[in-house]
């Protein structure tokens, strides 16, 4: 029989093995639980919002819709996200301008929406009187995202179709170019277009930031006798960033380049006097995304004419636009609205207004954006000097 103290040693050994034992069996099957769960629940939060700031915003919405644990997390993480976000494609490089002493942001071709997050930032916090809502923070989200980078590829797509209509118009008006090689003339070109583009980019964000403000105070101008109230559209031409009136008279040249270019496209389905009534048309109920597709559809036909494909009088892309736009004729006259939108009444006589108040009447004309031999492209209005 052993002894009382050598029962007690084997119990205490019998014990330590087998909690041991246990912690082992514990060990491994939490080892297995964490290796069976998905990667979307083990990731650390700051690496899924690293991951999707490299990602498209249309990208980020895919994934809201692949699986329950993607769209929990996300949407939880939606303001570091869109935060994070931004700051990627945004750079701090900034000058100040000497008449307003303020930020003026240069902008680029490309991902970058430095420029037009300057123009819109993101809306105000929506307070609320529950415990814990008093939050000062501004609302970032997805769908600001969505929304600023469609109205920057925009400003991209439009600044490219109208500097290359422009061009083109230029060089097949010019009787000096036919002297010059095919090479040459497609050098020229393509050199041109980029520069035009550079001037238009910034200038047609400023169209959309006046027609984005002026729709969103719309409402609460219009009456019976004047839907498009000139008082309300000078008024936003008073604040910034028009108060720069460089940005003022750079902006109302890439207007008048706008509208003269659109006009000569819609003739001669359209007649010349119409044209100003279906141009108002759409500045004012699209801003400036459908006459985006108007220039598509316009340089699509000019391709297909080229590769000798389109035979005359075939429809085209450019009448089908135009048959289009009679829907929004339509809806226009439907909404009950009595006076229809003239040309003038769009930023043209607001423009004039303020810039007849600031006595920048007459004033000197922009720097010709040059195109071949010592010719080029003006932008210009009727308030230049020669």
């Known amino acids: 029989m052993s002894p009382p103290v050598l029962e007690r040693v084997r119990s205490v050994i019998h014990k330590a093995r087998n909690a041991a034992r246990l912690r082992r069996r514990s060990t491994i099957s939490s080892n297995f639980n964490t290796q069976k769960q998905s990667i979307w629940k083990r990731l650390p939060d700051s690496v899924l919002v690293k991951i999707l700031t490299q990602c498209e915003v249309q990208d980020i919405y895919s994934l809201l819709l692949s699986c329950r644990i993607l769209r929990r997390r996300i949407s939880h993480l939606e303001y570091a996200i869109s935060q994070a976000y931004l700051r990627h494609r945004t750079r701090p490089d900034r000058r100040t301008t000497e008449e307003t002493d303020s930020c003026e942001l240069v902008p680029s071709v490309g991902?970058?929406?430095?420029?037009?997050?300057?123009?819109?930032?993101?809306?105000?916090p929506q307070y609320s009187t529950s415990a814990g809502a008093?939050?000062?923070?501004?609302?970032?989200?997805?769908?600001?995202?969505?929304?600023?980078?469609?109205?920057?590829?925009?400003?991209v797509r439009l600044s490219y179709y109208l500097a290359e209509y422009v061009v083109y118009r230029h060089l097949r008006n010019d009787s000096s170019s036919l002297s010059s090689s095919k090479t040459e003339q497609e050098v020229v070109y393509s050199k041109s277009v980029g520069l035009?583009?550079?001037?238009?980019?910034?200038?047609?964000?400023?169209?959309i930031f006046?027609?984005?403000?002026?729709?969103?105070?719309?409402?609460?101008?219009?009456?019976?006798?004047n839907a498009y109230l000139v008082e309300s559209q000078q008024s936003i031409l008073q604040q910034p960033p028009f108060n720069n009136t460089q940005i003022l008279l750079s902006t109302h040249h890439a207007m008048h380049l706008l509208c003269s270019s659109v006009r000569q496209l819609m003739a001669p389905d359209i007649a010349a006097?119409?044209?100003?009534?279906?141009?108002?048309?759409?500045?004012?109920?699209?801003?400036?995304?459908?006459?985006?597709?108007?220039?598509?559809?316009?340089a699509t036909d000019e391709s297909?004419?080229?590769?000798?494909?389109?035979?005359?009088?075939?429809?085209?892309?450019?009448?089908?636009?135009?048959?289009?736009?009679?829907?929004?004729?339509?809806?226009?006259?439907?909404?009950g609205v009595l006076s229809l939108p003239q040309l003038r009444d769009v930023w043209f006589e607001a423009a004039r207004r303020e810039i007849c108040r600031r006595g920048a009447i007459p004033h000197e004309s922009e720097e010709?954006?040059?195109?071949?031999?010592?010719?080029?492209?003006?932008?210009?209005c009727e308030f230049c000097e020669e």
């Open 111 to 124: 991902d970058d929406l430095t420029f037009i997050a300057g123009l819109f930032p993101p809306p105000p």
């Open 134 to 155: 008093a939050d000062d923070l501004p609302e970032y989200s997805f769908g600001y995202l969505a929304d600023l980078t469609r109205c920057w590829k925009t400003c």
């Open 196 to 207: 035009l583009q550079s001037r238009l980019l910034s200038s047609l964000a400023y169209i």
């Open 210 to 225: 006046f027609l984005e403000t002026y729709a969103s105070t719309e409402s609460a101008t219009r009456s019976a006798e």
């Open 273 to 298: 006097a119409s044209t100003e009534t279906w141009l108002g048309l759409l500045l004012t109920t699209s801003t400036l995304e459908r006459i985006v597709e108007f220039f598509v559809a316009a």
């Open 304 to 335: 297909a004419k080229a590769t000798a494909s389109a035979a005359s009088g075939h429809w085209t892309n450019r009448m089908e636009f135009m048959w289009q736009m009679r829907r929004d004729w339509g809806e226009f006259v439907a909404s």
């Open 368 to 380: 010709l954006v040059s195109v071949l031999h010592r010719s080029g492209v003006a932008l210009r």
